[in-house]
């Protein structure tokens, strides 16, 4: 942590140190495209502290609301970190908790294999994460409503998503910084993916393939309009991921309240060209020109090792 | 008080007033309410629960003849096989069956040419509408849990129907599956090999592909089954366990019944312990019984 995010994280201590900074920072540091950088090393207690710092630092609106929490939730391998670590996603909890959250819950819909719980209970979110029964909900089994797409990218008209992604006041994507052998890479607006129902779909989600698979990426980011998204790369997945890769220890959380800058932010710390990661250069928004705060990309870029076959994303 | 009686206890607790069930809480979907039907047919009830899950499954059927996943969803999906085999075993509503089972016919996947082959194989697209697989929605590739449940439904009214072509159609969603395994024998939910190649099995799938394979006579099946048994000694959930128990006892092999240390959190997982349990009592399993 440099000293700039040290300083800015202490302005930071609690709501109402939140909104005077947030007004003395004005139009730049509030802009959405802006994207927090912050070292860690492992998953510790102090994690909690360092997520309340950049929610503070962001300004996000908490006190009141309720939050959903949306971790990456694949499948349990105790060789790989596949899935967002359930320390981090308990760190988060507490972030949001102490910040004055109406309430937090966590979702995910894992796309492969059907038992989601007991696979949350196998990847340690039980034991970890205080509640978590209560607090979690399958996505994929969750009751649904229609949403229509207005202007889709992808091939699909409509979707069946749950109740609860839309009982909430803000969806908070908190993913694990993964490559992709078939994407590039998976981080915050893929994660969304989990939001899709199993019980409709299936497992996997294939219509999102037939109806274009970045496309699709691009459709559910718009249809979530109040997002954060907190990436887990303290221990990333390089290589054959988003299951098979290896442990990459990349030490760093990316956060900020525009996906498509933070994924942006997140490929480049990643040395994967952003330009070549499909949905970002689908999308409208101008994640382009995200500003990144708290340490630099130089400073924390480490090369992922990729699929053989996607070398040709390599950022040069 | 035995296993199975608290079980079915449980499994009535989580009844919906409109008999179905949900996943867990919430509205009844048909998956759920399918399963809790044919575990309640499993240990013989007769009773009004069963009646009445019997005629909510009947009344989601929808025009087409197929049946969608709830009632917020307007489309058929793969839930109908699980459907149609729950009303297999209720003759009250076998006649109104019939449409279901031509839907379903009209969902694998069809055969492809070898230039087809090719290109979906480059595009990564493998086992993209690979022939004979069923898929979970309309229109999409075919996966091993629908197949396999396919092939269940199917097998269940070629007895009833015989002269519809139901035998060759089940023959080719077997011929999927086997080739559909991963390399360490088993079978996971069926994504490309492709990039994938190292994929593992899952206990849930590889337990049910040996039950839907099993009128299958092949050394081709001695792998997963020596798999199955060793997923066994630890399964990784309750699910897993019941569909070992029901694919290993399908081809001969008699587990000692196992009760899952695991707790069982959702209603799949309550009606399959109790089918994997009476069909260890019995010798019989309602999956694979013929039609009424």
Known sequence: MNRRYFFLGSLGAGALALTSSCARRGVKLSAKQRVSIVRAASYTKDLTDVIRRILVDHCVAVAGKRILLKPNLVEFSAQTPINTNPVFVAAVLEAFSGLGAASVRIAEGPGHRRMTLDMADAAGFFSVVPGFEKRFTDLNTDDVQRVALAHPLSKLKELYLPNSVFDCDLLVSLPKMKTHHWAGATLSMKNLFGVVPGSVYGWPKNILHWCGIDESIVDLHYLFPRQFAIVDGIEAMEGNGPILGRSKHAGVIVAGAHPPSVDGTCCQIMQIDPEKIRYLTLIEDNWRTATQTGETIASVASAFALHPDLENLRLK | ?292
């Not at chain 2, 509205?27 to 019997?54: F, I």
């Not at chain 2, 080739?179 to 088993?186: P, T």
């Not at chain 2, 839907?212 to 089954?225: D, G, K, N, V, Y």
């Open chain 2, 1 to 292: 008080m035995t296993y199975a009686e608290k079980l079915r206890i449980s499994l009535l607790s989580a009844r919906n007033a409109d008999g179905g069930w949900p996943f867990r809480q919430g509205h009844s979907w048909t998956e759920p309410t399918a399963l809790a039907l044919l575990a309640l047919q499993a240990s013989n009830d007769s009773g009004e629960v069963r009646s009445r899950a019997a005629a909510w499954i009947a009344q989601q059927q929808s025009p087409d003849g197929g049946w969608p996943p709830c009632a917020t969803v307007p489309t058929s999906t793969w839930v109908s096989s699980l459907a149609l085999l729950s009303l297999a075993h209720e003759s009250a509503y076998c006649n109104g069956c019939l449409k279901g089972v031509e839907w379903l016919t009209c969902q694998i996947c069809p055969d492809i040419t070898t230039l087809q082959g090719f290109i979906q194989h480059r595009l990564g697209m493998s086992p993209a509408r690979a022939p004979g697989g069923f898929p979970w929605f309309p229109g999409t590739a075919g996966w091993v849990i629908p197949t396999s449940f396919s092939i269940l439904a199917l097998s269940c009214w070629a007895k009833r129907l015989p002269k519809s072509g139901l035998p060759e159609i089940a023959a080719r969603a077997r011929k999927y599956l086997l080739s559909h395994r991963c390399a360490d024998g088993g079978w996971n939910h069926g994504g490309s090999p492709q990039r994938s190649e190292a994929s593992p099995s899952y206990a849930e799938t590889t337990g049910l592909a040996l039950l839907a394979l099993a009128q299958c006579q092949s050394p081709a099946l001695e792998a997963p089954l020596f798999l199955a048994q060793e997923f066994l000694r630890k399964p990784d959930s309750p699910e897993g366990a019941a569909w070992l128990l029901m694919g290993l006892a399908a081809h001969g092999r008699k587990p000692a019944e196992t009760r899952p240390a695991m707790s069982l959190k959702t209603t799949r997982d309550i009606a399959l312990q109790l089918i994997a349990c009476e069909t260890l009592r019995s010798g019989h399993n309602v999956l694979l019984a013929s039609a009424a």
